[in-house]
């Protein structure tokens, strides 16, 4: 976590290292507005203000007992930043960003997937990536972390919201082992091209 600390309780999500993976991920510029989809506690908005300086920092998260935890950290590591309690199919259009964060559940409802109700859907990826381009402008980026075995319903989902993929990496727990997510960064109005990194061993 750098110089920031993150403390959690029992009712988020707990930190892990995909979103460790997904928030050095992201590309940041001074000055980015960064609003982060189903912010949970908040542990993305601190990984961006740990590279950045001068971030505008935005939550939105659904289940106000995470929410309030987002508050406490930003506040108990001396950032700025509003987290807004509300269902992100419902962020308004008077919020904007440069870049939109997100590592959002994993698995379909009904998918008989594992892993806790922090895993399980409450919107689908394309109500996610569609809430994402709301909220940017032309060449507004978005980047996630999901399941990669859900790689083909991601670039669906981000074209279908007018996200041009641009930046993908397959993250590995080790060298002989399938991904177990990927990393994916797109831009509202790009034009088609996408750069596939090396693996991110993690």
Request: charged content about 25%; overall charge neutral; aromatic content about 6%.
């Amino acid at each position: 976590m750098g110089r920031f600390f993150y403390r959690w309780s029992e009712n988020c999500f707990p930190l892990g290292a995909d979103s460790l993976a997904l928030g050095e991920f992201a590309a940041l510029k001074p000055g980015d507005r960064v609003v982060d989809l189903g912010c949970g506690a908040g542990l993305l908005l601190l990984l961006c203000a740990g590279r950045q300086e001068g971030l505008t920092l935005t939550g939105v998260e659904v289940d106000p007992v995470a929410a309030g935890e987002a508050r406490e950290n930003l506040a108990a590591n001396g950032l700025a930043g509003e987290i807004l309690t509300r269902d992100l199919r419902a962020v308004d259009r008077d919020l904007r960003a440069d870049l939109v964060v997100s590592n959002p559940p994993w698995y379909p409802a009904g998918s008989g997937r594992e892993g806790g109700p922090g895993r399980m859907e409450g919107c689908t990826l394309a109500e996610l990536c569609t809430a994402a381009a709301r909220l940017l402008g032309h060449r507004g980026r978005f980047a996630l972390v999901h399941e990669a075995g859900r790689l083909v319903d991601i670039l669906c989902a981000l074209r279908g919201a007018g996200l041009e993929p641009k930046r993908l990496q397959f993250c590995r727990h080790s060298p002989d082992k399938p991904p177990y997510a990927v990393l994916t960064e797109a831009v509202k109005g790009g034009r088609p091209g996408l750069a596939v990194l090396p693996d991110r061993l993690s």
